[in-house]
């Protein structure tokens, strides 16, 4: 009984991956970009900039757009178009908020509505065969060795950049008026920081798409909100979550036949969810049940 039940296990959770090299390749696909995406959805959440997550990787599409019209469905031309449009999006984005008195957040607003209007229009007027479904959502099932290399190669230099930046990094969420007056770089770091989030992004749109690779971003971030406080901590336990959404959404969309991208997105946000109601810090498990007071004597 309890070798039919191992099993079971064995040919529910690891079969998938042992026979077959493109489950094999997606899997490290995702972990990967789950992993590097923890600490820059955190910086992004202790910055109150979550939407510039979802700016940033919709400004993705019109850069692949050019690269795939110009050069076809060619990776590093679509990547390097891809980084190129984002980061130019999120400086603009940056120079408008400096030069004028417009908050970022509707910076990145706007400049993202523009971003994903024209990326569409690109796309559509290409007169390819190429559904714009693939852009928006991508086929992380369809990964190969080159884009496995180039995922890793981009979330390898995000987390060396992430790590020499750390320290000003975060002194500046808290405290950015402090790091200018000691270094007087702060807004250097914060345009490094930019860019990382934009290759994070980039990286991650040849496996999910621009829609779903801010999710995998975004949501592990939220969830570890509500479980730790200290920011390393928070990464960590995110990159966790990611990583941990990447295999279970491999597996329930392979056994039941459902997309992959969306079922890896789904189920960071079911754990974002059991979050939110069960987490130890700030849950609504502790506001409705909070525990009881101890009254001294």
């Known amino acids: 009984m309890l070798t039919d039940a191992f099993q079971q296990i064995y040919n529910f959770v690891f079969l998938p991956f042992v026979d077959y090299g493109f489950m094999r390749r997606a899997l490290v696909a995702c972990v990967i970009i789950g992993l590097a995406c923890g600490p820059i959805g955190t910086i992004l959440v202790l910055r109150r900039m979550s939407l510039a997550g979802d700016a940033i990787a919709h400004a993705v599409l019109p850069g692949a757009a050019v690269g795939f ?23 603009v984005a940056n120079l408008v908020t400096r030069w004028t008195k417009q908050k970022e957040d509707a910076s990145f607003a706007s400049f993202y509505l523009i971003s994903l209007a024209a990326g569409v229009m690109l796309i559509s ?17 369809a990964t190969n060795d080159e884009s496995l290399i180039m995922i890793a190669g981009a979330s390898t230099v995000t987390l060396l950049v992430l ?38 992004l980039v990286s991650g749109f040849q496996a999910l798409g621009t829609l779903m690779a801010v999710g995998l971003l975004m949501l592990p971030a939220t969830a570890a909100r509500f479980w730790c406080y200290g920011v390393i901590a928070r990464a960590s336990v995110a990159a966790g979550i990611g990583a941990a959404s990447a295999v279970v959404g491999l597996l329930i969309s392979y056994h039941a036949n459902f997309p992959s991208g969306p079922s890896i997105v789904l189920v960071a946000g079911a754990l974002y969810l059991v979050s939110l109601f069960a987490g130890s810090r700030d849950s609504l498990r502790q506001v409705w049940f909070p525990a009881p007071q101890h009254k001294e004597s």
């Open 163 to 200: 790590a020499v930046i750390w320290r000003p990094l975060v002194i500046e969420c808290f405290d950015p008026a402090f790091l200018r007056s000691v270094d007087g770089r702060g807004g250097l770091i914060h345009q490094v920081f930019m860019l990382t989030v934009v290759l994070t």
């Open 125 to 141: 007027t290409s007169g390819s065969k190429v559904d714009l479904l693939h852009f928006l959502f991508g086929s992380v099932l």
């Open 69 to 91: 019209i110009f050069f076809g469905l060619s990776l590093p031309a679509m990547t390097i178009g891809s980084f190129v449009a984002a980061a130019l999006m999120a400086l």
